[in-house]
């Protein structure tokens, strides 16, 4: 048990869609980092924010966007959905900027299917 | 962040240590390395980190070579939970945790 939550748990969406992942870090952490894992794969970075702010990002187009709020919640949207978005969606939180000795605790993920 | 290279699978019998191998050649002096596990689509769990010395937890042990070119990770009583895939991961300040395959351990009854 990581305290790390995301929701939904699964989600189906069409072509062309928006969608919107939520995630809900560890009080008292300052950094969450999304990433993206398909299937048989190892995750992928996607971006990270750290007090609210962008702090990097992964080789993944601008309709992957997020926000941090102060409330340790945090979103990943994604806009005109593709059929290769089909993926499980990770949140990893952490106090400080991960990397740099810190330590990443990871939710459950959110399993988005795009038809 | 340096490329590791490990194995792509290994068995191991339950009850007895698991020795997996990661091969990290290019690390640099600040990167850590780090092992995360992932059990059938769950979300990877953080399992340990060490920067230069030797590191034991409840989970596991990190065998980190002088010149820091090679890491072990050991399970010492593997337990059938254990199953997962394990990855060896070496990260710099600029935080992004790449995956690479893994490696995928059964352990057998």
């Known amino acids: 048990e990581t305290g790390v939550t995301q929701s939904p748990t699964h989600l189906i969406k069409t072509r062309g869609q928006q969608v919107t992942l939520r995630c809900s870090s560890q009080?008292?952490?300052?950094?969450v980092s999304w990433y993206q894992q398909a299937l048989g794969q190892g995750p992928q970075f996607i971006f990270q924010?750290?007090?609210?702010?962008?702090?990097g990002r992964g080789n993944f187009p601008p309709r992957f966007s997020g926000l941090q709020f102060p409330n340790y919640s945090s979103e990943l949207n994604v806009n005109a959905l593709e059929l290769d978005d089909s993926a499980l969606y990770l949140c990893?939180?952490?106090?400080?900027?991960?990397?740099?000795?810190?330590?990443?605790?990871f939710g459950p993920g959110t399993r988005l299917t795009v038809l | 962040d340096a490329k590791t290279t490990q194995p792509p699978s290994m068995d191991c019998a339950e009850g007895r240590a698991a020795n997996l191998p990661c091969n990290h050649s290019?690390?640099?002096?600040?990167?850590?390395v780090y092992w995360y596990r992932q059990i059938h689509s769950q979300g990877p769990q953080y399992i340990i980190h060490?920067?230069?010395n030797n590191e034991t937890n409840e989970m596991a042990s990190l065998i980190i070579t002088e010149d820091r070119k090679s890491s072990t990770l050991i399970l010492p009583h593997a337990t059938l939970r254990d199953t997962a895939v394990y990855y060896c991961?070496?990260?710099?300040?600029?935080?992004?945790?790449?995956f690479g395959a893994g490696t995928t351990v059964t352990v057998r009854a």
């Open positions: 990893a939180s952490s106090f400080g900027l991960a990397g740099a000795g810190d330590t990443q605790y």
């Open positions: 009080s008292g952490h300052n950094t």
């Open positions: 924010y750290y007090r609210e702010e962008e702090n």
């Open positions: 290019t690390i640099s002096g600040n990167e850590y």
């Open positions: 060490g920067l230069k």
């Open positions: 991961i070496a990260a710099y300040y600029d935080y992004k945790l790449s």
